[in-house]
């Protein structure tokens, strides 16, 4: 278990709705990020949050959105859901230290987008 | 950004057997090298990482070198066992303050036969 916990697990939306994820860090890490992985495919990162900001951003557009809280846990929020946002959607806590650290992943939320 | 290239996609081998898989990137500047492991229904997960300031690192029956001229490093895997069957994945970030934006490779689906 790496501490990452991610919820729900599995959902279902309809296109043009709005989804939120939620992602619960590793204890004492300040960092999350967000990946996307299609099915078959590499995860591609969304965005990534250091102490509440945004700190970085993939090739995503605006309707990806996200927050992290003073607890260092995160949201993922997608706006007018399309059927090819369909996919894992993964979490990955880290501790800032100056250089590249472990990586802890959650189990990911299954979204469907029918 | 960084592209990031890995080969083979899919590698099938006997139980006790070496596996080896190569990852290329682009980015001259990158100093971080992960492999992830994911097994089916989870997130991916780190098995081994090497810095740029070393050419080789092992753990056991795992381990990874580094070609940082050619741009290229590469798990190796020994003994192979059936509970190694995985999709594995490169994700090195690329060069500067890219702290754990990671770029996956498209994944390899290693199967080992006992």
């Known amino acids: 278990e790496t501490g990452v916990t991610q919820s729900p697990t599995h959902l279902i939306k309809t296109r043009g709705q709005q989804v939120t994820l939620r992602c619960s860090s590793q204890s004492g890490h300040n960092t999350v990020s967000w990946y996307q992985q299609a099915l078959g495919q590499g995860p591609q990162f969304i965005f990534q949050?250091?102490?509440?900001?945004?700190?970085g951003r993939g090739n995503f557009p605006p309707r990806f959105s996200g927050l992290q809280f003073p607890n260092y846990s995160s949201e993922l929020n997608v706006n007018a859901l399309e059927l090819d946002d369909s996919a894992l959607y993964l979490c990955a806590s880290s501790v800032r230290t100056g250089r590249n650290t472990e990586a802890f992943f959650g189990q990911g939320t299954r979204l469907t987008v029918v | 950004g960084e592209n990031v290239e890995q080969h083979p996609s899919t590698l099938s081998v006997q139980e006790g057997d070496s596996a080896v898989i190569k990852c290329t990137y682009s980015?001259?500047?990158?100093?971080?090298f992960p492999w992830y492991k994911q097994e089916l229904g989870k997130g991916p997960q780190l098995i081994i990482d090497?810095?740029?300031?070393?050419g080789e690192k092992k753990d056991q029956r795992i381990a990874v070198t580094l070609n940082k001229t050619a741009k290229h490093f590469s798990l190796h895997i020994t003994e192979t066992q059936p509970e190694d069957s995985a999709v594995y994945f490169c994700a090195p970030p690329p060069g500067g303050t890219s702290y754990g934006k990671l770029t996956f490779g498209q994944g390899t689906i290693l199967t080992v036969h006992p």
């Open positions: 949050y250091y102490r509440e900001e945004e700190n």
């Open positions: 980015d001259s500047a990158s100093n971080y």
């Open positions: 090497i810095r740029s300031n070393v």
